[in-house]
């Protein structure tokens, strides 16, 4: 499949790549042989009058007026063209330019298309960066977008955005030998083109097409940047903690966050969890499980304050490394609750600390009435989306494993004879205590074996 206009190219012209004099008194001479590229038929071979000058310059306008996107002129010349070799029974050559006209066809039916009355119309948009500029030129010819390009600009002085955009057109235009006597642009330009209406469309068709340009600009950067993340992965480290301090109004980047959640079942079983980010990714061996201690029935906000006050209170006491970003699980109640524990230990100030509501992903910082909202596709927002997803996933399964031992224990562990081990069994096989009441014996010795099944069994049966 042809994806590219290189490709279309490449597949419809057959160019010379030497720098041979090829003029007539040489060729004559016959100076020159074929080479390789003629072999693998990547060549028509000129060099030795196998192609005329006169069908090597047809060639040439016909690249010219792709890049200019005048592919339906190609198409008519290939179709007059395909008519004189079949009236000339040049069947073979006939055929070929068939091909061609198909692939231009297959080409322009997968351009993006439009409304029909824009024709020859230039469309740029803009998206600025701290160091850099990038400009996106697409070609409309016919109502299809036959043409797109994006250009990136270094930034050297201060120039504005008016500027930049000025000088990528001139420079643009002139690289694809443009004549469009219509400028689709996302804002007014520096200076006026001769000759050139330039439109800031605000509704319809045009606009579509612009927001379209920046799609492209957008992409094309999420590539450069993923593909300079795969070469230097310590510079995708230090652009994304950059970012998230930026995005989060941090005093320092935030390699090391940790994010803290908690959770209980009808006010019993109440736990904690915690999992820890370092440079953007999951740091697994430093996730942790806390039982609540100090708080009778459900409080998530009194149960925030003792997690984070113990934890903190104990890196402390070991002299080991705080974060530099804490990351509740809440809204402002959850908030406040940790911030108590932060004023306690004295480090109120020394670690930032956010809360994110479920509902909205709002972002709550202390003493903040309004909460920030940030991108829904912002590399900062999927981290800490990240942070809650794992610490929820570790929370939940210390929780479940934490209300397991208490069925056992308050169910199971009546029995004589059946332990802690054997009660986890029968737990995993039959997922509640009220399926193991209502097992067969059968059922009972083929999890257990018979004498245990037996007991458990006779248990239940004087129990009803």
């Known amino acids: 499949m042809i994806n590219t206009m290189l490709e279309l190219i490449n597949t419809l012209y057959k160019l010379r790549t030497c720098n041979l004099v090829l003029s007539p008194a040489n060729i004559a001479k016959k100076k020159f042989r074929v080479c390789l590229e003629f072999h693998v038929g990547n060549c028509f071979g000129p060099c030795e009058g196998l192609q005329s000058k006169a069908d090597y310059d047809t060639s040439i306008d016909g690249i010219k ?8 002129n190609v198409i008519r010349h290939l179709e007059d063209l ?17 091909e061609k006209i198909e692939i231009l066809e297959k080409y322009k039916g997968r351009s993006v298309i439009v409304h029909p009355t824009i024709n020859n119309v230039d469309v740029f948009s803009y998206v600025d960066e701290q160091n850099s500029a990038f400009v996106n030129y697409m070609k409309v010819m016919s109502g299809a977008v036959v043409q797109s390009f994006t ?4 930034k050297k002085l201060e120039e504005s955005p008016a500027e930049l955009l000025s000088l990528a057109i001139a420079e643009l235009r002139q690289r694809y030998q443009s004549d469009a006597k219509e400028i689709i642009a996302p804002f007014e330009l520096e200076q006026e083109i001769p000759g050139v209406e330039t439109v800031v469309p605000k509704i319809g068709d045009k606009k579509k097409l612009l927001e379209l340009s920046e799609k492209n600009v957008r992409y094309f950067m999420k590539d450069k940047l993923e593909q300079a993340d795969k070469l230097n992965p310590e510079h995708r480290i ?3 903690m950059t970012q998230m301090q930026k995005d989060l ?23 904690a969890a915690m999992s820890v980010f370092k ?9 942790r499980h806390f039982d609540i201690k100090t708080v009778t029935g459900p409080d998530d906000f009194a149960s925030m304050e003792e997690v984070v006050f113990r934890r903190y209170k104990r890196l402390l ?20 609750a940790a911030l108590t524990s932060l004023e306690k230990l004295e480090l109120r100030g020394k670690i930032s600390i956010i809360g994110i509501a479920k509902k909205l992903e709002e972002i709550y910082y202390p003493g903040d009435p309004l909460p920030l909202y940030l991108d829904k596709k912002s590399e900062t927002l999927k981290i800490i989306q990240q942070l809650r997803d794992e610490v929820h996933r570790f929370g939940i399964t210390h929780h479940r494993n934490k209300r397991s031992k208490g069925l056992i224990k308050t169910e199971l562990s009546e029995i004589k004879g059946i332990g802690a081990a054997t009660g986890e069994t029968l737990l995993k096989h039959f997922r509640s205590v009220k399926r193991i009441r209502e097992a067969k014996l ?12 037996k007991v458990v069994y006779d248990y239940f049966a004087k129990a009803t």
């Open 65 to 72: 007026d792709i890049l200019k996107g005048n592919i339906n």
């Open 82 to 98: 395909m008519k004189k070799q079949a009236a000339a029974f040049e069947f073979e050559g006939a055929q070929m330019s068939k």
């Open 151 to 154: 250009l990136e600009m270094k």
């Open 238 to 240: 230090d652009r994304l």
């Open 249 to 271: 109004r941090l005093p320092v980047k935030p390699h090391h966050i940790e994010c803290f959640d908690n959770s209980n079942f009808q006010g019993d079983y109440a736990v």
């Open 279 to 287: 440079n953007g990714r999951p740091s697994k061996s430093d996730y």
């Open 317 to 336: 006491e070991e002299e080991k490394p705080l974060p530099q970003l804490i990351v509740i699980d809440g809204g402002k109640g959850q908030l406040s």
């Open 442 to 453: 059968d059922e009972l010795t083929a999890i257990i074996g018979t004498a245990k099944g």
